[in-house]
């Protein structure tokens, strides 16, 4: 049975992506996937004044897909655009953006300490005067000494070390000893622009060729999906049990390796995301052991996306790192390959722009840690206020700092926040009819499942549209609020979602609730069978 | 002739690929390049307690060399460890990195206006206090009052469009038409974290195997060398003329492109450098009508690296972006696609660390920029911090800002220095006993011939070195200064030749020129024939 679930999810995802590609470009082969040696584009092509066209670029880029700024994000910013030349034209007035966790753009402030260091860090001419006492406290200035001294020549504006500045990963490495209660050592660090390039950099390592796979959750951040199409990779599936809150299930990933495996793919790595994207799920830590064990024995890389770290809403569950997990079972650098994914994007902090970020890479030979130091100097390094930041979060205030007090009263408060967002807009969909909505323990969102009726279904198909993306266009164009269809992230055939973070101001919820609950109630007014 | 030195070219750029990783491994297959398939850890690999091995990863990975920061940087800070642990234990006391432009990290100083526009945007709490007023300049606090209104919700920490800021794009596209006297539209720039990962969007764009072929100078910067490597294409190497400057002939592209098209190979895309690194020469105007006639005529993309436009250091010689060229040729975007990388690691302000930068993308179809801004959509957005100072580069202080005087001494003190210390080390080198070194009229390079004795390449061969390589370990080893051997970017062969900055403070470069020569004499004495 989840077998051929599993076979039907990679033909619907197959079907998804061919719905995205063909709305791009207004053409209509719905249903019937494209092979990559022909191009959607054929009607354009011998005539083209263009030497580079889609049908002669890398089919790689021509079939990757990112739904989180995919075509709702379009329409969302034509509306906005529209919206800005008619005031009135619509029955709201502004768009909100549910579709990506990017705090900050919602009007969550960033935390005052962090943004004390990097303006001094900055502008270290500013150490010197007098008038800087006044305009910051005393432990952002003793901080910015701190980091300008670690940085050689306190050259704020030079390339780093590729793996970052050595300083800063020594304040990592010592922040991820704290948290895990095991040492981690400075060389396993490498600073990234945000998490995204260092999971780009882990699949074009491991990716030879398209008999390569990578098991992947579904759903799953389509991030992984596009990196393993962009190198050419299998992504293998792995069902998350939405019936258990979105449970992973080692028989689950067990049966779909030996299923790859029987198909000719060499499964290298498993990617697991914890806390959940988008399904909000924590790990329990017997669980984590199991997946370590499981990596273990069939000599998986496991790729821990743990950008969520500090994103728990719920007093029962904690966030343990793969890496305190498996040095908990006694396991060390020879007995499992782990690479730790942390960004300066997500937690209470949620400074997104500034692309800060690493990864641990643990139990890898040194010739092959060796050649990801290579791929990372030929960019390199990652951007130094990036890297600041990326030190601050795992080395925050402590207490006696003069920082301390006001510091956790802003962390404190965004993650209070958090926790009611997400318990009000999982209680007002759960409210919904035919839409069942798992709690959100962690993250940053809410993956709903809605049932939609067979009428709803049909007219998508009308508009050659997934069932999904119909119901999010309908939701977009009615209300302005942007959320993302469950079939940009997978999901069990058959089954329709989508993706809302819980990150709209505490204020501005209870207007989101009865836009969403009165744009549900007509739409399936409208389409109820 | 120069058919057969391509030829031998090619076989030699493998050869010195094969001597890096063989000294990298300690394995000594030397003169036999390594085929893909089998691996130079052949010894390691059955009782290997590792799942990922040398073996077992991307052969392109493996592949892909960046000798700018290779073997020789390496023994260079294991060398930099054993002077801080043992003061005294060599003749030199300190290393002097001349292997990478990376100005701040020698001693230059950041712009004192563009960091104050940035420390006031990552903490522009400081815009509404009053102390700001004496520690910042006027024009600064404005502009950073600008960028910050241009932001969307004035959310400094949010991930921003994927090409950038609008109002940032806005500012750049307003630059670069005054630069030019052509118009640039702000949707054609898309902001990248330094100009790396652009060059590398562009190569994974046009890459769909080995059969594709990008023309590349030789000498080349090694980014092109690495990118498409990585990218699985095939580099089409086309010759600088040494002897007239580093000059490049259309004559030589078109016998390389019918070369390369005799093989099957099929030609997408044009690299140029300027002006050029590791070369240093500016075109001339002339020059770059007939490139962009060859591009337009044969139907290949024109890669233009352009990051050191404002490092020009000869009166006689000016800088022309090839898109002002294009366009006062009358051709516009029908005609010619044209990528141009811009930087704000290089110029007068060197900021590295801060990973700004920006392509503008002409010429190209809607589909194909669809393309273009979906994969940069897949890693959200470019680093905030670095999209501001890309617009600040592009947008520095005009007459009447208070910034402006102190502002165009702080450039002009550069660059006038710049130019002095490309004389002096110019000079120094063309007084070696066999060496020639071309004029440094541009960029941050010198890159002269060494013409080695055959003792010294009999030497080097025991050694399993790159004679070159050989000369620059002797080099780093006797004076701790750090160059890059020729072979790194690729050399006519049977021609030797090593890149050094021309970065170190002006104070330190008779010492320089001193330790050089002394060492020269000294290696020529040990190994003339």
Request: hydrophobic fraction near 35%; aromatic fraction near 8%; charge should be neutral.
């Amino acid at each position: 049975m989840r077998k051929s679930a599993a076979d039907r999810f990679r033909h619907l995802f197959n079907r998804s992506l061919v719905f995205v590609r063909n709305q791009q470009n207004q053409q209509h082969h719905r249903l019937s996937p494209i092979p990559l040696s022909s191009s959607p584009f054929s009607s354009m092509a011998s005539d083209s004044p263009f030497p580079v066209t889609a049908q002669n670029i890398n089919p790689q880029v021509l079939k990757c897909q990112y739904a989180v700024r995919g075509e709702i994000v379009t329409l969302a910013q034509n509306l906005q655009k529209d919206l800005q030349a008619n005031p009135g034209a619509h029955s709201f007035d502004e768009i909100i953006y549910c579709n990506i966790g990017n705090p900050q753009s919602l009007g969550q402030q960033p935390i005052t300490f962090f943004r004390e260091v990097l303006a001094l860090c900055d502008y270290p001419a500013l150490l010197d005067k007098s008038e800087t006492q006044g305009l910051f406290s005393a432990d952002s200035i003793e901080r910015a000494w701190q980091i300008v001294d670690q940085i050689p020549g306190r050259a704020t504006g030079a390339y780093s070390h590729s793996q970052g500045i050595q300083g800063l990963r020594d304040t990592i490495a010592a922040g991820i000893g704290e948290r895990d209660g095991f040492p981690c050592n400075a060389d396993d660090i490498f600073l990234t622009d945000g998490a995204s390039p260092a999971v780009h950099m882990m699949m074009q390592l491991l990716t030879r060729s398209e008999k390569d796979g990578i098991l992947c959750p579904i759903p799953q951040y389509p991030l992984y999906s596009a990196s393993i199409t962009l190198h050419g990779g299998h992504l293998v599936p792995y069902y998350l049990d939405e019936a258990t809150g979105w449970g992973l299930e080692i028989s689950e990933l067990k049966k779909q390796l030996e299923d790859a495996k029987s198909k000719g793919i060499n499964v290298r790595a498993l990617v697991v995301i914890n806390p959940g994207n988008p399904t909000g799920q924590v790990l329990a830590e017997e669980n984590q052991r199991a997946i370590v064990e499981f990596c273990k024995k069939e000599g998986l890389v496991l790729l821990a996306d743990e950008v969520y770290q500090e994103n728990v809403y719920v007093p029962e569950k904690k966030f343990h790192s793969f890496k305190k997990v498996s040095r908990s079972m006694g396991y060390g650098d020879n007995d499992l390959c782990l690479v730790s994914f942390q960004s300066v994007s997500k937690g209470y902090h949620g400074e997104c722009g500034k692309r800060g970020g690493y990864m641990e890479v643990t139990g890898f030979s040194p010739d092959v840690r060796e050649q990801i130091y290579k791929v990372a100097s030929v960019n390199l390094c990652s951007n130094i206020t990036g890297q600041i930041l990326a030190s601050l979060i795992m080395s925050p205030p402590k207490v006696g700092d003069e920082s301390y007090e006001s510091f956790m009263a802003e962390k404190n408060a965004i993650l209070s926040s958090l926790t009611k967002r997400a318990k009000s807009l999982e209680e007002a969909l759960n409210k919904l009819e035919g839409v069942t909505c798992n709690k959100a323990e962690g993250a940053m969102y809410l993956f709903p499942r809605i049932r939609l009726p067979e009428k709803a279904i049909k007219a998508a198909e009308a508009e050659k549209t997934a069932p999904d993306a119909f119901y999010c266009k309908r939701l977009l164009n009615a209300t302005g609020i942007v959320v993302v269809p469950g079939s940009g992230f997978g999901q069990v055939p058959g089954t329709w979602h989508f993706r809302c973070t819980i990150l709209p101001q505490e204020d501005r919820i209870p207007a989101i609730v009865t836009r969403l609950t009165e744009f549900h109630e007509k739409f399936m007014n409208e389409f109820r069978d």
